[in-house]
């Protein structure tokens, strides 16, 4: 074969430029209660930060004073496995409702999936429908094209300017913040917060999804033939058309128009389909106005398109669900009993163990005493464990309200007592609240 009778090379880049979506607006039951929950995370994010709780900021995580405020509860660093539990919660429930339901919190509560509806809401204002924003992205460069853009862009800045400074709100009191010059930490984390914001659900938008989150790349681990997912009913839609011998689907293509992804669910479950429904509300619209059936796209699982039974009580729902249940139960009991005092203690090196006068031997400790709760407490200081041993001095101290005091405290013992070391048990008790106790142990040395 000569060569000028050889195929023609076809020249591909590696990487595939991408062509930006336009995401048609739509209407329906599902889009409706995709709003509701971004008015509702956005009231929580963007008010909780300025609810108030016994004259302090409700929800503070306060890293410089390592003290975390949930509304009456004050924790420490010390409290640090409650966090580990809550994240393992957070989990827990994420793959239970993947298995499910798949997709869940990707297509109604992710905070990429909210603050993209909030700045495609205010494009839309702004710029128009889908097509208007094709034509004004395609057109010319005018007085028009830039105040539009100028005036989306701004917005768009703004929005994420006081997100960033709400999140920043969250450790650094908020009221603080907005009435003085924040210090170069919280202008830092404010612009960059800010910056993630505006480049995520501005620019980025579904390349979060499809790229950059790693829940898309494993979420099919979770699936199974009786997760709910969202599906085509090609049974019913094959084959597209308009006319006699069609199926339902007029091939409209509505259902990529609105797509955030810019996938067509007609082509069966992609790992880019974020679970949105918002193919299922253009589906249903179109289908009332050509007088066909609804749910042409509907959530199913892959067991009912088969005309099989769908299990929702199987194996791995019930092992998520019982796992669950019991973390959460535990979590709640350990919070409901939790004592608000901590004790550390800790022998002071420098004086092990001396003589003193009436022939006594003395131990000094510091003892370490955090109180959690928001009253200023008084504590009594007792010590058992030897005959005879008592403490020595003043046994009754008092901590301000969530502040930590050091307390030294002589411990002292008969002279007879046999050398070596004993084991000892403090007993701080707050005066004049029921339950509130701690027992912590310790060392007597005896030389």
């Known amino acids: ?115 993209t509806e909030i700045f495609l809401w205010i494009e839309r204002v702004i710029e128009g429908d889908r097509n208007a924003r094709m034509r004004l992205d395609k057109g010319e460069i005018s007085a028009n094209k830039i105040l539009r853009k100028s005036a989306k862009h701004g917005i768009w800045l703004l929005l994420s300017l006081w997100t960033g400074i709400t999140f920043v709100g969250y450790f650094t009191p908020i009221r603080e913040l907005v009435s003085s010059t924040p210090g170069a930490w919280e202008t830092f984390w404010a612009l960059f917060y800010g910056f993630a914001t505006y480049g995520n659900a501005g620019w980025m938008r579904e390349q979060v999804c499809k790229y950059m989150c790693p829940y898309a790349r494993f979420q099919s681990a979770m699936f199974d033939k009786d997760t709910l997912v969202i599906t085509y009913d090609r049974a019913r839609g094959e084959p597209r058309g308009k006319g006699a011998g069609k ?68 194996p791995r729902v019930l092992v998520y669900s019982a796992i669950l249940g019991a973390i959460t139960v535990a979590l709640a009991a350990s919070l409901w009993l939790r004592v608000p005092l901590k004790v550390d203690v800790i022998r002071d090196r420098a004086a092990i163990a001396r003589e003193v006068d009436g022939g006594l031997i003395e131990n000094v400790y510091r003892l370490q005493l955090m109180n959690t709760t928001e009253q200023a407490r008084a504590f009594d200081i007792n010590v058992t464990g030897l005959p005879g041993i008592l403490v020595w001095g003043e046994n009754i101290t008092g901590v301000p309200a969530a502040e930590t005091r050091m307390v030294p405290v002589r411990v002292r013992v008969d002279a007879a007592t046999a050398p070596g070391s004993h084991p000892i048990e403090f007993t701080v008790r707050a005066l004049g609240v029921q339950g509130v106790e701690v027992r912590e142990g310790a060392v007597f040395i005896v030389r």
């Open 247 to 314: 199926g339902d689907c007029v091939d409209c293509g509505i259902c990529v128009q609105v797509c955030p992804t810019g996938i067509d669910i007609r082509d069966g479950l992609q790992y880019e389909c974020i679970g949105c429904a918002a193919c299922i509300d253009g589906c249903d619209q179109v289908m009332e106005r050509v007088g066909r059936p609804l749910k042409l796209i509907r959530y199913a699982t892959t067991h009912a398109m088969e005309g099989k039974r769908t299990r929702i009580l199987r």
């Open 1 to 115: 074969m000569k060569l000028d009778d050889a195929p023609a090379l076809e020249e591909r880049s590696l990487y595939e430029v991408r062509e930006k979506i336009y995401p048609r607006a739509v209407r329906g039951w599902f889009a409706a209660s995709r709003w509701a929950l971004v008015w509702a995370t956005q009231l929580v994010f963007y008010g909780g930060a300025w609810l108030t709780w016994n004259d302090r900021q409700a929800v503070l995580f306060d890293i410089a004073r390592s003290k975390f405020y949930l509304f009456g509860l004050v924790f420490w660093p010390q409290d640090v496995i409650y966090l580990t539990v809550l994240l393992i919660i957070s989990a827990l429930a994420l793959f239970l409702f993947t298995a499910v339901a798949g997709r869940l919190w990707c297509g109604y509560a992710c905070p990429q999936t909210v603050y």
